[in-house]
């Protein structure tokens, strides 16, 4: 098994220090709605970023780099909603927007490694 990647980390880092502790100030109302679905997508996250990591075929790794991309973008929207209903401050929502927007340069970056450099040499 590979060592952890930089994204996985940081997606769990995500998880465990912002999401979780935010969620908990959340309505019991939401419990099993955005309170659920926001950490869904942060799961998806992470088991994207594992699989991105541990696969060896290119084309494998990009499918699950883009699995990992649209988790972030749909993360976005869903604390999107969560500042609408108030649930969270404009601060709020403009720092999570930053940790997310720094997941995604982290899958930017890798997505153009493995386009670029990712192409086994032929024999």
Known sequence: MADPSVLQKKAEIFLERDVYPLLKNFPVSEKFSLSQEI????????????????LTVVKKRLEWLDEADAEKTLLLVLFGIAKTQKYITQKKLFELQGKLNEIGRIIGGLQKFFINNGQQPKK
Request: charged content about 20%; glycine content about 0%.
């Open 39 to 54: 950490k869904q997508s942060c799961f998806k996250l992470i088991r994207a970023a594992v699989m991105a990591n541990n």
